[in-house]
């Protein structure tokens, strides 16, 4: 054998040994990185997992939610799968000079695939650098290692594609339609010596295998460790409803920590899971979360992909610190990242942790103000392609923060306390919860207490909620639900004085305990009352009773009152017949459309109100930003940036409505504040879906809503 074809044997051999080395060090390393999370358990739904692996992954549906980034991934990811058989075919050509892939008479076509394939990546590469560097899109960071990586993959095609042409003069192949670029480059290249051509074809050879192993050592060391937990995240991905927070068992807790002062939340990494764990090296730094996100667009400091960038590495150091395995390698060329030194540090005989590396989860790595921005409305989790929960990060900071710190900011106190003393934000007295009724006398509204004393039976228990019980604005909602359900006969009661909060506001505030106290005694209530099917014209309520009184013991039907409404004008028991002559565009509440994929019921009931042409906003549906009121926004104000609502209220203004209908008694709320606020409240109305209905279907004048001078209940 050639004595230089043996000393490329040899260095193949080192050389890829060496970099699958490091590679699997890495592995191991963020492996154990990982450990250091709390153990979840999960449920063993294998069918229903890779359904998600199939559509998330392979078919790049949530990707391609943005259409352009969407195909330019779509590109790398099979192309860079299937150029891989290539990569073989050409290493096997430098290592057995003559001979190729025992592919038989289906190597010519292979072939051409191939260059197909590359070429289409090198378009990739091109389209990705226009798209950051040129066109300079805000949400892509515009760094050194973006840059790094497209060269990678471009020298990883063209030294291919070179390499093949110096390979087809070196062995004398005549042009072939199988390989119409490298035959291209060896016709331009033919004056070329056979030494010349061997010469350069090793130089691509070595190129294109230097730079596949250095993107191997790289892949785990940066934002492309998404090619390997991307998947994993999208496996381990929850099953069961988007956006629904974990309890804590509060018994269990205690046990844990008899020992030292009770812990709830998340107060150091460690008490992350290790699902969430693998969402922090899922991350691929895309920034479609924080270009979706409304604290971010509004100019808080909330940046959800920061967030996720910040913990990661976070957890990089701490492991290092905890396994005192270096994270970087090589590790010579690494020696002085902090995450190396660290590691080095923990080493080291009598080495105190806490002395070596302990900032504050929250306060060094995460500030509060990042925390109390989040409106919880979960579209950095529906734009993320990667399945990261950002939210559930979130919300187990914030627990840790109210239950374990006692800390929060002051108008989210004042509300807490009021729920904890009178069930509802506003400390309001409890026993005035019915009263709204009063305002209508020809509404038949009965209580459950009032049912069962008259011998009678309700269907379902209409949940009113604080809003709909003490909100001037929002009684007006109810009011016109209760008249419509009158209207079709449908058999309802309220809890009146009896009914609470039903916890949405505690918990999304980090107050699991109140919350579980709350659920725990509206069930209670429920089964006093034999509740089976709940109707109500919150979201929030809807979200939580829905999706998260399960795992308290109840679960009953639960439905949104535009379902219901949407579903008795589809039974006829309803019947818009007056015209209403409006332009409107309809608000979608997050708790109702992302959380629980309810969008169409309220358009339907607008589309068959006669008069009504619906528009719609450019965010909507799926893509529908926040009002602001979610995650107990509510009752904080907004002292950094612009706010939310009025960013919203923009939104909608921009289609010139002449009302803007929403299916949420929060929203109404916020955008009717939006309207004022941009002065144009007595030409554009904000009704709700069933003040509309009402009209429609029983012929009331509808008057303008006015506007009070006296502050409202809600500051």
Same mark, same amino acid.
């Given at each position: 054998?050639?004595?230089?074809?043996?000393?490329?044997?040899?260095?193949?051999? *080192? *050389?890829?040994?060496?970099?699958?080395?490091?590679?699997?060090?890495?592995?191991?390393?963020?492996?154990?990185?990982?450990?250091?999370?709390?153990?979840?358990?999960?449920?063993?739904?294998?069918?229903?997992?890779?359904?998600?692996?199939?559509?998330?992954?392979?078919?790049?549906?949530?990707?391609?939610?943005?259409?352009?980034?969407?195909? %330019?991934?779509?590109?790398?990811?099979?192309?860079?799968?299937?150029?891989?058989?290539?990569?073989?075919?050409? %290493?096997?050509?430098?290592?057995?000079?003559?001979?190729?892939?025992?592919?038989?008479?289906?190597?010519?076509?292979?072939?051409?695939?191939?260059?197909?394939?590359?070429?289409?990546?090198?378009?990739?590469?091109?389209?990705?650098?226009?798209?950051?560097?040129?066109?300079?899109?805000?949400?892509?960071?515009?760094?050194?290692?973006?840059?790094?990586?497209?060269?990678?993959?471009?020298?990883?095609?063209?030294?291919?594609?070179?390499?093949?042409?110096?390979?087809?003069?070196?062995?004398?192949?005549?042009?072939?339609?199988?390989?119409?670029?490298?035959?291209?480059?060896?016709?331009?290249?033919?004056?070329?010596?056979?030494?010349?051509?061997?010469?350069?074809?090793?130089?691509?050879?070595?190129?294109?295998?230097?730079?596949?192993?250095?993107?191997?050592?790289?892949?785990?060391?940066?934002?492309?460790?998404?090619? %390997?937990?991307?998947?994993?995240?999208?496996?381990?991905?929850?099953?069961?409803?988007?956006?629904?927070?974990?309890?804590?068992?509060?018994?269990?807790?205690?046990?844990?920590?008899?020992?030292?002062?009770?812990?709830?939340?998340?107060?150091?990494?460690?008490?992350?899971?290790?699902?969430?764990?693998?969402?922090? =090296?899922?991350?691929?730094?895309?920034?479609?979360?924080?270009?979706?996100?409304?604290?971010?667009?509004?100019?808080?400091?909330?940046?959800?992909?920061?967030?996720?960038?910040?913990?990661?590495?976070?957890?990089?150091?701490?492991?290092?610190?905890?396994?005192?395995?270096?994270?970087?390698?090589?590790?010579?060329?690494?020696?002085?990242?902090?995450?190396?030194?660290?590691?080095?540090?923990?080493?080291?005989?009598?080495?105190?942790?806490?002395?070596?590396?302990?900032?504050?989860?929250?306060?060094?790595?995460?500030?509060?103000?990042?925390?109390?921005?989040?409106?919880?409305?979960?579209?950095?989790?529906?734009?993320?392609?990667?399945?990261?929960?950002?939210?559930?990060? %979130?919300?187990?900071?914030? @627990?840790?923060?109210?239950?374990?710190?006692?800390?929060?900011?002051?108008?989210?106190?004042?509300?807490?306390?009021?729920?904890?003393?009178?069930?509802?934000?506003?400390?309001?007295?409890?026993?005035?919860?019915?009263?709204?009724?009063?305002?209508?006398?020809?509404?038949?509204?009965?209580?459950?207490?009032?049912?069962?004393?008259?011998?009678?039976?309700?269907? =379902?228990?209409?949940?009113?909620?604080?809003?709909?019980?003490?909100?001037?604005?929002?009684?007006?909602?109810?009011?016109?639900?209760?008249?419509?359900?009158?209207?079709?006969?449908?058999?309802?009661?309220?809890?009146?004085?009896?009914?609470?909060?039903?916890?949405?506001?505690?918990?999304?505030?980090?107050?699991?305990?109140?919350?579980?106290?709350?659920?725990?005694?509206?069930?209670?209530?429920?089964?006093?009352?034999?509740?089976?099917?709940?109707?109500?014209?919150?979201?929030?309520?809807?979200?939580?009773?829905?999706?998260?009184?399960?795992?308290?013991?109840?679960?009953?039907?639960?439905?949104?009152?535009?379902?219901?409404?949407?579903?008795?004008?589809?039974?006829?028991?309803?019947?818009?017949?007056?015209?209403?002559?409006?332009?409107?565009?309809?608000?979608?509440?997050?708790?109702?459309?992302?959380?629980?994929?309810?969008?169409?019921?309220?358009?339907?009931?607008?589309?068959?109100?006669?008069?009504?042409?619906?528009?719609?906003?450019?965010?909507? @549906?799926?893509?529908?930003?926040?009002?602001?009121?979610?995650?107990?926004?509510?009752?904080?104000?907004?002292?950094?940036?612009?706010?939310?609502?009025?960013?919203?209220?923009?939104?909608?203004?921009?289609?010139?409505?002449?009302?803007?209908?929403?299916?949420?008694?929060?929203?109404?709320?916020?955008?009717?504040?939006?309207?004022?606020?941009?002065?144009?409240?007595?030409?554009?109305?904000?009704?709700?879906?069933?003040?509309?209905?009402?009209?429609?279907?029983?012929?009331?004048?509808?008057?303008?809503?006015?506007?009070?001078?006296?502050?409202?209940?809600?500051?």
């Amino acid at each position: 054998m050639n004595p230089l074809l043996i000393a490329n044997w040899f260095l193949f051999l *080192v *050389v890829t040994a060496y970099a699958v080395g490091l590679f699997t060090y890495l592995l191991k390393t963020r492996y154990e990185y990982i450990k250091l999370g709390k153990k979840e358990e999960f449920e063993d739904n294998f069918k229903e997992r890779m359904r998600k692996i199939m559509v998330n992954v392979f078919g790049q549906k949530k990707l391609l939610k943005d259409k352009k980034s969407g195909i %330019i991934h779509v590109m790398f990811f099979y192309g860079f799968l299937l150029v891989q058989f290539g990569a073989i075919d050409f %290493i096997w050509k430098g290592l057995k000079p003559g001979s190729h892939l025992p592919l038989g008479p289906l190597y010519p076509a292979f072939t051409f695939f191939q260059e197909v394939v590359t070429l289409m990546i090198l378009v990739a590469v091109v389209w990705a650098f226009y798209r950051r560097y040129i066109e300079k899109l805000v949400r892509l960071k515009r760094g050194w290692k973006s840059g790094l990586v497209l060269i990678f993959i471009g020298g990883l095609m063209v030294s291919v594609l070179v390499g093949n042409g110096m390979g087809m003069i070196w062995h004398d192949h005549a042009a072939t339609w199988a390989e119409p670029v490298a035959s291209s480059i060896a016709t331009i290249f033919g004056f070329l010596p056979e030494t010349a051509a061997i010469t350069i074809f090793y130089i691509m050879w070595w190129v294109h295998l230097l730079f596949l192993l250095t993107f191997l050592v790289y892949v785990p060391q940066s934002k492309h460790f998404h090619l %390997i937990t991307g998947p994993a995240n999208t496996y381990f991905n929850r099953t069961d409803n988007v956006g629904k927070l974990r309890p804590i068992n509060f018994e269990e807790a205690e046990d844990e920590e008899s020992e030292e002062e009770a812990s709830f939340g998340v107060g150091k990494i460690q008490d992350l899971s290790q699902k969430q764990l693998i969402d922090l =090296y899922a991350c691929v730094e895309c920034g479609r979360c924080t270009n979706m996100c409304p604290a971010t667009g509004t100019g808080k400091m909330l940046s959800p992909m920061d967030l996720i960038t910040k913990l990661r590495n976070h957890l990089t150091n701490t492991g290092a610190v905890l396994t005192q395995q270096k994270p970087w390698v090589p590790a010579m060329a690494f020696a002085n990242t902090q995450g190396n030194q660290l590691a080095v540090a923990a080493r080291v005989d009598g080495a105190v942790i806490e002395d070596i590396y302990n900032p504050a989860l929250i306060g060094d790595v995460i500030t509060e103000e990042e925390l109390w921005a989040c409106t919880t409305c979960r579209n950095c989790e529906d734009q993320c392609p990667v399945m990261i929960e950002h939210v559930s990060h %979130i919300i187990d900071l914030r @627990r840790y923060l109210v239950m374990t710190e006692g800390r929060m900011d002051g108008d989210a106190q004042r509300a807490m306390t009021n729920i904890e003393r009178q069930g509802n934000p506003w400390g309001l007295n409890r026993k005035e919860k019915e009263n709204w009724r009063d305002a209508r006398p020809d509404v038949h509204i009965p209580t459950v207490k009032e049912v069962s004393k008259a011998g009678e039976e309700f269907e =379902y228990l209409f949940w009113v909620g604080s809003m709909g019980s003490f909100d001037n604005r929002s009684q007006k909602i109810a009011l016109a639900f209760a008249r419509l359900m009158n209207e079709a006969g449908v058999k309802f009661a309220i809890l009146g004085n009896k009914e609470k909060n039903s916890g949405d506001t505690p918990r999304r505030l980090g107050n699991e305990f109140l919350f579980q106290e709350l659920a725990g005694s509206n069930i209670s209530e429920f089964e006093k009352a034999g509740v089976t099917k709940i109707v109500t014209i919150d979201p929030h309520a809807y979200n939580i009773f829905k999706n998260e009184y399960p795992d308290f013991g109840w679960n009953g039907e639960v439905l949104h009152h535009t379902e219901m409404l949407f579903d008795l004008v589809q039974q006829g028991r309803l019947k818009p017949q007056h015209t209403i002559n409006e332009t409107i565009t309809f608000h979608d509440s997050c708790y109702l459309g992302r959380y629980n994929d309810v969008y169409d019921p309220p358009r339907e009931i607008l589309r068959a109100i006669p008069g009504v042409k619906l528009v719609e906003m450019e965010r909507n @549906r799926e893509t529908g930003m926040c009002c602001g009121a979610g995650g107990g926004m509510m009752w904080m104000e907004e002292h950094v940036g612009n706010r939310v609502n009025v960013a919203r209220t923009e939104q909608a203004l921009a289609v010139n409505p002449t009302m803007i209908s929403s299916g949420c008694p929060y929203c109404l709320t916020m955008l009717s504040d939006g309207t004022k606020a941009k002065e144009v409240e007595e030409t554009v109305g904000t009704y709700d879906i069933a003040e509309l209905l009402e009209r429609s279907v029983l012929g009331d004048y509808m008057p303008p809503v006015e506007v009070e001078e006296e502050e409202p209940i809600l500051q």
